[in-house]
């Protein structure tokens, strides 16, 4: 690896915490090589921070001995890691073939509308990110959407509103 | 060999190879872009689309990629079918849907792989009709541009970068229509290949950034052959002239050497010749009483009448291992052998002689660069070779992955098969061992690097020669130097092709008889040959040149600097010499006391040629032809690219006055082909010269391409009529487009070119198979024969050098006249020190703050690098062109300087520039 | 002996087995009896006869798919087993059913495959957005170990077993079994050129099994109840049951456990309770969206690798996707372009380029402005983005419904051309 002392203007790692590089640790012990690692790695350091910044990036890339670079071409390609703050809560909101015949882009107008953001926004209080994300797996069920780590299915607008006040309400 | 069938015509073909090489290798057309010849294939691009049959009676056959499949026997295949061409124009179409299509304003239109395959796939007429992708580009610093929007997204560019070169800051990023090519933030890109990317890149997106700012095309530059000058490799490169200034460099295909790459010292590190330290005009220092001191300026003539007026007693003159053979022959026969002296430091002289000796030892082989990539195992002995010979470290980069190509070959995987070779092979790299004080930047793919001080380093060697060969070499004296040398030695002794690389940068005379002794013990395990292959990198382009003349007879610089000091001269020329590079301060103020008359010859501006009473202004390489001898004792000719304004001359022409009985100006080729025929060390370089007989002897070569353009206007802000060219009256080229078209006689190939293939790619047309010798054109002579009998030489014992002071190296600034280029100059640090952790504590240095050094009377200040990878008590010094080597090669004492916090700054800072590696871990 | 070796556990109204229930109801049998009784070759054997296809879509024989490994004493030290659990395809919605009803399953599915290619580490390459099957694998798992099924010498086998548990982070790509690997290996999801195929330089350059999560969990049925028992499940020339799934507008969307050979008209008709009330059948795609449309005429049609193929499209993941008479074919064939040309992993030129023109002008089409010579424009891709032209079967993938829907529904096409965008919308 090569030190370049860098100078002010670059962003410089982080440390990471004991937490993520005693999760790193254990997802190390799973594979011979350490490289393979870089994006479960990036995802525990998403779980706890919410993103990914630059100074995260390179923090996981010291700790396994790769570039940045090569780790961020990692990053950039797979549809989960945010390399942008995100909101708290982000909706991945199914867009594929299934959910589009049984009318989900009126329930994505719905939910534009009501938090005022679209595809690829966070709403002004940082609450929901709204993301478009390939096929759920969950097409019997459809129009569907992920938020939170909950598997919200059948939606309707109706159905969206209860979803957001409850939210509203439980804050 | 095999046969397959191309539209209906049989080839031999090797089935080791794919289609598309064995195509190209048989000169047909066939578009490409993520292939190359030296990277393999990916089938990534599509491009390369052609119809194979299963056999002849297959009328339907199938589109296959022609870069993933092999030219196995029988195979039978079609450029010309129809499916074939419209997939291939299809995939054009694809390729140019979001290209920007701004080829007027590109750096590489005229020379741009895309614009050929577009031509080629026959793509005219754009169908798509929406917003095109855009990009934002990234500033990658002082060497290159980044324009993303020209991407075809071929790949070239990172696996050039990363898998080849070894760059760790270069990636695809993104992914579907996406991607981008560039580093995860901006910056300048670390790796000292970079240049390459320029032509890698098969289209604008990767360009060079010293030519943009004052650019031309492609061909309206002049060039011609050229050679590089940045070290002792001796690389072939095609310099490009217009308007009277040097523009760029480009690599030279040379089969033995260089290959399709260059160094950026080597590309980038040209801007000297029209850096505002160029000598541009002969001066003298006055003598009269009233303007005693003043330098006044010369006429050409004025100075060769001073020049002749001044050297007419008794001259002492001293040669430069950094010019050609032509100009030291020159000085050389101006003053006569008894004045000639060697322009090497004496500990370098006493290196290089011994380094001769090595190469003319039956049993032992110098490795061109290419054997180097052929390495199975490689002992890299001191020398940070990707600071003095840079070449060299990619080429090693290559032989470490041929534990991969064994895997491959093995499990019947075909070695173009690049990623599946990669997958297959993992981290598994052929031994490399490095011996040197710090850590080098090889250490990421280095099995281990031993870090030691020289006598260390002797020690480990004789260890390992003593293991190999109980003759040779002593027994290690602990137990953790015998579990190195165990190592290093059964990794050698076990390898089908051992290779050991060293310099002579450590100026130890001891470290490279122990590092040839660990050859020498090989030999009674060679396999492959009856020779063991060990090299040593030669700092300068002409150091091995210089040493062989030396053989001829002459003096040392300690001589000549002894014999001025004691008066016994009325005059001293120096020729392209800093001697300020070469000895120490005292022994120059001797010299020079005591000398009447001082005439240096150089090119750029320096502190010790601004002491010479007379200074001529001397060409540069690109101003002149010349012969360069590189670390094997090849001989190269360097062609003159264009006429430099008319004060400049080159030192042959400043020294060897006019032949007053036939009126004929020497030219270099007489100088060389005289002295071939009379000093038994050059005897063959005059088969460098070109024949004297046949075609070329009639027509000369041209410098400028057929298209070039505007010559009739060139000068016409100052005179409407034509300017007649300047006349060759050297070589066997001419100032001009008329000649011997390339298709005819490419035996001077300077800018490759073939109907159809206006970028680099068109040297495969010049090949006489991919990868392979260049048809015509020479590979440079051999002026070392292997005639000593093979020797055990006399054990070396490890205190034969007890110095700590190490002097460290940086590909740029390190070599004198490129350190003088804006682009190199961007990238280099200023003088440092450098220690470990330990020894900083010891001394009480602080990161980043400044410590004293001081040896004699010489005391200097230097900002202080603290590296973790460096031997415990060794002492690095760069010198950065700031601070005189010689003044403290004996030892230093080191005191700490107490710091205010800007300084701190200033030099983290300047640190920040610099590129190492220091990393614990070898390769993972 | 069951009819439904896939799903006679499953019971979504309830958490599935833990690991005893799901013992006491005969699980781990086949492991236990393979482990006493039977060689690798005996296994690779049974598997090969039994005629099982592969789940995940091409429907290559898995037997055939395993035999590729090379095996003993020469053979190399590590090899892998990894399963493809990266479901992503759009209306394909089975692994997760699968995986989330019956975990102890599919772990007992890996095991056989694993002893046969003696494999002792499993990756199960888990879709990241499948957090409920993540929680049940991992439990799984570790109860598994926890009884001595998994570690070091299994039941006193001689034989080891690792399997860990990895989740991607969204890409369709993934699940391309070479791409796969190299996801694994924490590389760009790039798909790698075969040869050399992975079962010989697969995963860390070792040879390796990719098999799908639904070809797996037939291999306990097919070890504990045999070869006849297995090919008797199927009604046609295809052994073995395979789960179905409908969505779309019908009555009851879902995914059922079938006999092979079942005609398509009982999975539409009764298990799925026929089309909503006030739509009509107009097309489906039998098996997930790169598959080609088929139309009503093709109802009676039995689900069998060959019969679809032969009606010019394929069975592939069985989840079939329909399209009613009041939804936009063009629209839907759209989105799947959108779906495409976003998950083209970037690498090779066709589909990297290609895909992104085509979704410009079905967005075009959708908005009014389409042309005539766009037409010309995606029948020119049909072939271009075809098998053998593209590095990886995504693109020819995507051309499938594309091609055939400018096949059936060249008048909808027309509409959108000249009536100035989607007629549904106006
Ligand atoms: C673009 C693409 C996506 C794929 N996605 C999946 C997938 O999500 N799951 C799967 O099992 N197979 C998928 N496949 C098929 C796999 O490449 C592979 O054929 C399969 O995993 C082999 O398993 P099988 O032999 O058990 O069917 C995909 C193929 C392609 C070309
Ligand atoms: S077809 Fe090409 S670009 Fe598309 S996913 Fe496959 S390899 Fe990637
Ligand atoms: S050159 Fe063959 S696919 Fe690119």
């Known amino acids: ?171 | 060999m095999a046969k397959i069938t191309v539209d209906g015509i049989v080839y031999e073909v090797n089935p080791q190879n794919n289609l598309l090489q064995e195509c190209l290798s048989h000169g047909l057309d066939l578009p490409y872009f993520c292939w190359h010849p030296c990277m393999g294939s990916v089938g990534a691009c599509r491009q390369c689309a052609v119809k194979q049959y299963r056999n002849a009676d297959d009328k339907t056959g199938v589109v296959v990629m022609s870069c993933m499949t092999p030219a196995s026997d029988g195979a039978i295949i079609s450029i010309a079918d129809a499916q074939a061409v419209k997939m291939r124009s299809n995939v054009i179409e694809s390729l140019m849907i979001s290209h920007p299509h701004d080829c007027p304003v590109c750096e590489e239109g005229g020379e741009c792989h895309l614009q050929d395959m577009t031509q080629m796939s026959g793509h005219n007429y754009r169908r798509y009709d929406f917003k095109k992708v855009t990009h934002r580009n990234q500033n990658l610093g002082p060497f290159i541009n980044h324009e993303m929007n020209r991407c075809i997204a071929c790949y070239r560019c990172v696996r050039y970068y990363d898998d080849y070169a070894g760059g760790k800051d270069l990636a695809a990023l993104g992914s579907h229509h996406h991607v981008y090519f560039g580093r995860h933030e901006e910056g300048t890109l670390e790796n000292e290949f970079s240049g390459n990317l320029v032509e890698v890149c098969p289209t604008g997106v990767f360009t060079d950034k010293t030519f943009s700012e004052h650019y031309t095309r492609k061909w309206d530059l002049q060039t011609a052959p050229s050679v590089c000058t940045g070290c002792g490799a001796g690389c072939n490169t095609t310099p490009g002239e217009r308007y009277g200034t040097l523009r760029r460099i480009v690599n030279r295909y040379h089969h033995d050497l260089n290959g399709y790459f260059l160094c950026d010292r080597g590309r980038f590190g040209y801007g000297y010749n029209s850096s505002d330290r160029r000598i541009t005009e002969a001066s003298l220092v006055s003598t009269h009483d009233d303007e005693k001191g003043v330098r006044k300026s010369l006429t050409t003539q004025e100075a060769q009448r001073q020049f002749d007026a001044m050297t007419a007693g008794d001259v002492v003159g001293i040669g430069s291992p950094r010019t050609s053979l032509e100009n030291n022959l020159a000085l050389r026969a101006r003053v006569g052998v008894k004045n000639f002296y060697a322009g090497f430091s004496a500990e370098q002289q006493r290196c290089v002689q011994a380094v001769i000796a090595i190469n003319r030892e039956q049993g032992l082989h110098c490795p061109d660069i290419r054997t180097l990539e052929q390495a199975d195992c490689v002992l890299v002995v001191n020398e940070d070779i990707t600071n003095t010979s840079p070449r060299f470290a990619l080429a090693l980069r290559q032989a470490v992955r041929n534990r991969a190509s064994q895997l491959a070959t093995d499990a019947r995987i075909p070695l173009w098969q690049d990623a599946a070779v990669r997958e297959l092979a993992q981290n598994e790299l052929s031994p490399l061992f490095i011996l040197s004080p710090q850590g080098t930047r090889l250490d990421d793919v280095a099995t281990d690097t031993f870090l030691g001080t020289t006598a260390q380093q002797i020690a480990l060697l004789a260890a390992v020669a003593n293991i190999i060969d109980a003759s040779v070499g002593n027994a290690a004296t602990d137990t953790h130097g015998e579990e190195g040398a165990r190592r290093i030695a059964s990794a050698l002794i076990t390898a089908r092709h051992p290779c050991i690389v060293s310099g002579i940068s450590a100026g130890s005379e001891a470290l490279i008889h122990a590092t040839a002794n660990v050859a020498r013990a090989l030999r009674k395990y060679s396999v492959q040959s009856d020779a063991i292959d060990v090299c040593f990198a030669m700092p300068e382009s002409n150091t091995m040149g210089l040493a062989l003349l030396m053989e001829e007879g002459g003096g040392t610089l300690d001589d000549a600097l002894q014999r001025l000091a004691r008066g016994e001269a009325d005059a001293a020329i120096v020729l392209e010499n800093d001697l300020t590079l070469r000895t120490t301060p005292e022994a120059i103020d001797a010299a020079l006391s005591r000398t009447p008359a001082v005439v240096v010859i150089d090119q750029l501006h320096n502190e010790f040629n601004a002491r010479a009473q007379l200074l001529l202004p001397s060409t540069s390489f690109a101003e002149q032809n010349g012969t360069l001898v590189n670390y094997e004792g090849r001989a190269q000719s360097s062609h003159q690219v264009f006429q430099a304004d008319a004060a400049l001359r080159p030192g042959y022409e400043w020294l060897t006055p006019v032949d007053p009985l036939s009126l004929v100006l020497t030219t270099s080729e007489t100088i060389l082909y005289h002295s071939a025929q009379t000093l038994s060390v050059l005897s063959g370089a005059e088969k460098l010269l070109p024949p004297r007989t046949g075609i070329q002897a009639l027509m000369k070569s041209p410098r400028q391409s057929h298209r070039y353009s505007g010559r009739t206007a060139m000068n016409a802000n100052l005179n409407v009529h034509e300017k007649k060219q300047p006349a060759d009256r050297e070589s066997a080229m001419s100032f001009s487009m008329e000649g011997l078209p390339l298709q005819k006689d490419a035996s001077l190939l300077s800018a490759a070119w073939a109907p159809a293939w206006n970028s680099n790619q068109a040297i495969s047309k010049f090949q006489d198979e991919i990868n392979g010798e260049l048809k015509q054109g020479c590979k440079g002579v051999h002026l070392l024969q292997r005639t000593l009998e093979p020797h055990v030489a006399a054990r070396v014992s490890s205190s034969a050098d007890n110095s700590v002071v190490y002097f460290i190296d940086h590909i740029f600034g390190s070599e004198e006249l490129s350190a003088a280029s804006p682009a190199i100059t961007a990238r280099s640090v200023g003088a440092y020190l450098c220690v470990g952790e330990a020894d900083a504590q010891r001394l009480g240095l602080q990161q980043h703050g400044r410590a004293e050094i001081s040896s004699g009377a010489h005391t200097a200040q230097l900002p202080v690098l603290i590296r973790q990878r460096i031997a415990p008590g060794a002492i690095g010094i760069y010198c950065g062109g700031e601070i005189n080597r010689h003044a403290f090669a004996n030892g230093v004492s080191i005191s700490a300087v107490a710091e205010d916090s800007n300084v701190l700054v200033r030099s983290r800072q300047m640190f920040s520039e610099l590129v190492i590696s220091d990393s614990q871990q070898g390769r993972g | 002996m069951t009819d439904r070796p896939l799903t006679k556990n499953i019971d979504m109204t309830r958490a599935p087995f833990d690991i005893g229930q799901y013992r006491a109801a005969g699980g781990y049998a086949s492991v236990e009896k393979m482990l006493k009784t039977m060689a690798p070759g005996d296994v690779l054997d049974l598997v090969k006869i039994s005629g099982l296809k592969g789940r995940g879509g091409a429907g290559f024989p898995t037997g055939l798919k395993w035999s590729f490994v090379p095996m003993g004493e020469s053979a190399p030290k590590t090899k892998y087993l990894v399963v493809n659990a990266d479901e992503m395809e759009p209306g394909t919605f089975k692994d997760r059913l699968l995986m989330e009803g019956d975990p102890h399953l599919l772990l007992e599915g890996m095991m056989i495959a694993a002893y046969t290619i003696q494999a002792s580490t499993a990756y199960i390459f888990l879709r990241g957005e499948y957090l409920q099957a993540e929680k049940l694998l991992k439990n799984a798992i570790a109860e598994a170990h926890g009884k001595g099924l998994l570690g070091k010498n299994i039941q006193g086998s001689g034989f080891d077993l690792e399997i860990i548990l990895h989740t991607s982070a969204g890409r369709y790509i993934c699940g391309e079994e070479t791409a796969l690997l190299n996801a694994l290996e924490g590389k760009r999801a790039n798909p790698r050129a075969k040869p050399p195929f992975p079962q010989v330089s697969g995963l860390w350059g070792k040879p390796t099994i990719v098999n799908n999560v639904e070809t797996l969990c037939n291999l306990p049925g097919i070890v504990n109840y045999g070869i006849e028992w297995y090919k008797g499940l199927g009604l046609g020339a295809d052994a073995g049951t395979k789960l179905c799934g409908v969505s779309g507008r019908v009555k009851n969307p879902g995914c059922w456990e079938l006999p092979l050979g079942t005609p398509i008209r009982e999975l539409l008709e009764d298990k799925a309770g026929g089309m909503c009330d006030g739509y009509q059948l107009r097309a489906f795609l039998p098996g997930g969206g790169s598959t080609d449309f088929l139309l009503p005429e093709h109802l009676d049609l039995t689900l069998d690798y060959d019969v679809i193929g032969k009606a010019g499209s394929r069975l592939a993941t069985g989840t079939m996707i329909v399209l009613d008479d009041q939804t936009c074919p063009v629209g839907m064939v759209g989105n799947l372009m959108k779906f495409f040309s976003h998950e083209s992993c970037g690498w090779c030129t066709p589909c990297r380029d290609g895909l992104p023109w085509i979704d410009e002008i079905f967005q075009r089409f959708e908005k009014g402005g389409g042309l005539e010579s766009d037409m010309q424009v995606l029948t020119d891709h049909l072939e271009y983005l075809g098998p053998g032209r593209t590095f990886c079967a995504l693109a020819p993938g995507a051309m499938a419904p594309l091609g055939s829907a400018l096949r059936h529904f060249r008048d909808d096409f027309h509409d959108h051309i000249h009536g100035g965008g989607c007629p549904w919308q106006r």
């Open chain 1, 1 to 171: 690896m090569n030190i370049i002392a860098t100078s002010s203007a670059r962003p410089v790692a982080r440390a990471l915490t004991v937490e993520e590089k005693h999760e790193i640790d254990h997802e190390m012990t799973l594979y011979p090589d350490k490289k393979a690692v870089g994006l479960e790695a990036l995802k525990i350091v998403q779980k706890h921070q919410g993103w990914v910044s630059d100074e995260s990036l390179m923090a996981v890339a010291e700790y396994l001995g790769m570039s940045a670079h090569e780790l961020d071409g990692v990053a950039t390609f797979f549809n989960l890691i945010f390399r942008r703050p995100v909101g708290r809560n982000v909706i991945l909101f199914c867009d594929s073939v299934s959910c589009w015949i049984m009318g989900c882009d009126g329930i994505k107008d719905h939910i534009s509308k009501r938090l005022g953001i679209d595809y690829g926004q966070t709403t002004a209080d940082g609450e929901y990110t709204l993301l478009p994300v390939p096929c759920l797996g969950d097409c019997d069920r459809a129009p569907v959407m992920l938020m939170d780590g909950e598997q919200h299915r059948n939606l309707t607008p109706e159905k969206i509103d209860q979803i957001f006040s409850q939210r509203a309400k439980n804050k």
